[in-house]
């Protein structure tokens, strides 16, 4: 059974940063396609930041400069760091596993940004 589970969200201010976690089981990690993808209230899911199991990394250009993608394949994990975040990133951010054989997503987690 796949499962990824998204942990790091919360309440930060503008300005600030928060570091997303994506722990993954099920699945021979190495070889998935990683991504991180957000959506708004109201609005359409999009792609945040992907990286390839060789680690090429890609990203919206909203973010470009900002958030920072990285995968640690000896702990099947994930991560999205998050620097000098605005109010327009607030959204639930989803974990995402890809590859031909299988498309998985996490539930999801919180990221809330206000002063």
């Known amino acids: 059974q796949v499962q990824l589970v998204e942990s790091g969200g919360g309440l930060v201010q503008p300005g600030g940063s928060l570091r997303l976690s994506c722990a993954a089981s099920?699945?021979?990690?190495?070889?998935?396609?990683m991504g991180w993808y957000r959506q708004a209230p109201g609005k359409q899911r999009e792609l945040v930041a992907a990286i390839t199991g060789g680690g090429r990394t890609n990203y919206a250009d909203s973010v470009k400069g900002r958030f920072t993608i990285s995968r640690d394949n000896g702990q099947d994990t994930v991560y999205l760091q998050m620097n000098s975040l605005k109010p327009e990133d607030t959204a639930v951010y989803y974990c995402?596993?890809?590859?031909?054989?299988?498309?998985?997503w996490g539930q999801g987690t919180q990221v809330t940004v206000s002063s």
């Open positions: 995402n596993a890809r590859r031909s054989t299988g498309d998985y």
């Open positions: 099920g699945i021979i990690f190495g070889i998935y396609n």
